[in-house]
């Protein structure tokens, strides 16, 4: 079964900061990744999406995923948070075989303003 | 407005009961389902459906239980064989196919009284 690790439990920042917050996953063949967001209070969104091609994908409000393929890492940065970027976010590997997904267990971030 | 809509917001269940989550969609996708959010173990899959009068369990389907009948709708009842339900459940949906993307209802928080 694949399973799906993020490391940081928990990130604080500073506005301004750079971010970036670790994913790994377990499964060798092909996937399709995946970050959502889940702002306080509101649905879980796609922050954005890999599914071939370019490894570095750029996803809403200024968000970019590298897909590492020899590390089996798909990680989330940002050059410079802001308060709004306050939130939980959750890494998700789809296995190509099926239309489901196994999360990680999600990182929440706090920027302090 | 299309979207996914979970109800209700709030549940509280008392020892012994059975309870119903309603999920409904009106983006007329195939795929629909049911995630348990627990603090830092991210989103699991209960149960899944691809297609209308059929559905399958999905990695801690023990103790919920699931029907389709309806393209629109899936609802999840949350059994009295489920010791330890109190969780975040979020419901969602996709078109069928490998490369989907889920999109999310706002979620029911259910309690144990």
């Known amino acids: 079964a694949q399973s799906v690790s993020q490391h940081n439990h928990h990130v604080i920042l500073s506005e301004a900061a750079s971010l970036e917050l670790g994913c790994n996953y377990s499964y060798g063949g092909t996937v399709n990744l995946f970050w959502y967001v889940q702002y306080p209070g509101q649905h879980l969104q796609l922050l954005l999406k890999?599914?071939?091609?370019?490894?570095l994908v750029k996803g809403i409000k200024g968000f970019e995923a590298e897909f590492i393929k020899s590390k089996f890492s798909f990680n989330l940065r940002k050059p410079s948070v802001q308060w709004s970027d306050t939130a939980e976010y959750f890494c998700?590997?789809?296995?190509?075989?099926?239309?489901?997904?196994?999360f990680g267990g999600g990182t929440r971030l706090m920027v302090k303003p | 407005d299309g979207g996914i809509t979970q109800s209700p917001k709030y549940l509280f269940r008392k020892e012994g009961q059975n309870v119903t989550l309603s999920c409904e969609q009106n983006?007329?996708?195939?795929?629909m389902y049911w995630y348990r959010q627990d603090p830092g173990q991210g989103l699991r899959l209960i149960y899944y459906?691809?297609?209308?009068?059929?559905?399958q369990k999905g990695d801690i389907a023990e103790g919920y239980s699931v029907s389709r009948e309806k393209k629109e709708s899936f609802p999840l009842t949350v059994t009295s064989a489920q010791k330890n339900p109190t969780a975040f459940y979020l419901c969602a949906s996709s078109i069928a196919g490998t490369t989907n993307i889920q999109y999310f209802g706002a979620g029911t928080r259910l309690s144990v009284l």
């Open positions: 459906s691809q297609i209308v009068n059929d559905f």
């Open positions: 983006l007329n996708h195939d795929a």
């Open positions: 890999y599914f071939s091609g370019d490894p």
């Open positions: 998700a590997v789809n296995n190509n075989a099926g239309n489901m997904l196994t």
